[in-house]
């Protein structure tokens, strides 16, 4: 008998952050860093499949509950006949009609197919005996632009099209593999930058970045125009002119408003403003790109590659900021890669919440061997808040992420994480409670 799927074990993880201001914004000005964290268990002796989806606290619950109604594509599956064809699975879940009513292709029922689709990936990763992004970077072109739905994309992005980026690719592949390996891929620290710190703590954390080799950092932005001004110069007398310092409004502002205020904070030399409006206003995000002179970047909050297809069309951005659980998982985050090789826009990942940072270098570093074939203009942000939680947490040297070799996704949380953080009634939550 071959192995097969027999259930999603789900669990509820909340990390209390709002009581320290981690991760504060001018939009979620009291997060607490959550997962809805899926295992696919088999009837096998081998490793299970780690996956999850990140929220801010509330709503965790509703998360988790749409994971579990994807329960019955999987159990009773055949898991090598599934791990072989992951193109056919991502299709299979997405394409379920009823549950597709729900979105269609976007919000929480596609991001809980965000969560079992890396979970797919992070068991095949295992079962293989390499870290994800070897994995992936080792498959043929065929195979890679078989992963990917090019419904809807054709007019900006044909399979002919994608594979000719892929083979174009594939001579460079084994240095700069051993490229990753020896020194790691750039990154930039948003530490210093959340709303709720003070200007000790803000100056504190950037000077030591700085130290630290980051020759990038990120601030938060949108809660108030003159004491954004005041914040944005007292970073930039703390780091000095050579220091890129991005900022981030978290979809605050109207498209007058964002013009309005980065005309104020052009002064200090913002590298780029992070969704300065909603995220789905794409006319918007190309009028204040236009308007306002300063680079304009977004992605942690789009829905799915029909719209980055549509951002980068409109050239309304200038920066991709693809995130590890706001999409369809693996497959869906390849075809925005590839969107962007081909209009020619960097990727830097979005990883500002519990787990992206371990989870989105992989794709990165599958995006330098195999598809982009640079790191000119790439970071990915890392934050450092709740690494320990995971089995195979980030490295960080002099401003770099070093290459992860543990077979798998980096998805899984430790044992003793689950039990002491689950929610409600982990011992963490009722601390919090007394």
């Not at 490793?47 to 606290?57: A, C, E, L, M």
């Not at 630290?212 to 003159?226: E, N």
């Not at 947490?393 to 770099?400: D, F, K, L, N």
Request: net charge negative; proline share 6%; aromatic share 8%.
């Amino acid at each position: 008998m071959s192995e097969r799927f027999t259930r999603i074990e789900c669990v509820d993880v909340r990390f209390p952050t709002s009581s320290t201001a981690d991760g504060s914004d001018a939009m979620n000005a009291d997060p607490d860093y959550s997962a809805a964290y899926a295992v696919l268990r088999t009837d096998a002796d081998g490793p299970d499949g780690h996956g999850f989806v990140f929220t801010i606290g509330r709503g965790n619950d509703v998360q988790l509950a749409a994971i579990g109604a994807l329960e019955h594509h999987l159990v009773g599956r055949p898991v090598d006949e599934t791990l072989a064809d992951l193109g056919a699975t991502w299709r299979r879940l997405v394409h379920d009609s009823q549950l597709r009513w729900l979105g269609p292709e976007k919000g929480v029922m596609h991001m809980a197919i965000g969560a079992v689709v890396n979970a797919l990936w992070d068991l095949r990763a295992r079962r293989a005996g390499l870290p994800l992004w070897q994995l992936l970077a080792g498959l043929s072109p065929a195979e890679i632009v078989d992963l990917v739905d090019f419904r809807y994309l054709t007019d900006a992005l044909t399979p002919q099209q994608a594979l000719d980026i892929l083979e174009a690719a594939q001579p460079g592949r084994p240095h700069r593999a051993a490229e990753l390996l020896a020194g790691g891929y750039p990154a930039y620290t948003t530490t210093p930058g959340w709303l709720g710190y003070s200007d000790d703590k803000m100056v504190r954390l950037a000077r030591q970045a700085v130290a630290d080799g980051y020759s990038q950092i990120k601030l938060k932005v949108g809660g108030d125009l003159a004491e954004d001004v005041r914040r944005l110069g007292v970073a930039r007398a703390a780091v000095g002119p050579d220091v890129r310092i991005a900022i981030d409004a978290n979809q605050r502002w109207d498209v007058d408003a964002a013009i309005e205020w980065l005309s104020a904070l052009a002064p200090y030399d913002p590298y780029w403003i992070e969704e300065p409006t909603s995220p789905d206003d794409i006319l918007g995000h190309r009028a204040i790109r236009l308007a306002a002179g300063t680079p304009v970047a977004s992605g942690e909050h789009v829905h799915n590659r029909v719209m980055f297809k549509q951002f980068l069309q409109a050239a309304a951005i200038d920066f991709v900021q693809i995130d590890a659980t706001r999409v369809a998982g693996v497959n869906e985050n390849i075809a925005i890669l590839l969107l962007a090789a081909k209009f020619g826009v960097p990727v830097c990942p979005h990883a500002g919440g519990v787990g992206l940072c371990e989870v989105v270098r992989h794709l990165s570093m599958f995006d330098y061997v195999a598809v982009s074939g640079t790191m000119t203009d790439r970071v990915i942000e890392y934050v450092d808040h709740l690494h320990e939680h995971f089995t195979d947490p980030v490295e960080i040297t002099r401003g770099r992420y070093a290459a992860p070799t543990t077979p798998g996704a980096s998805t899984e949380l430790r044992r003793e994480t689950l039990d002491r953080f689950r929610f409600p009634d982990g011992p963490e939550w009722a601390a919090v409670r007394r």
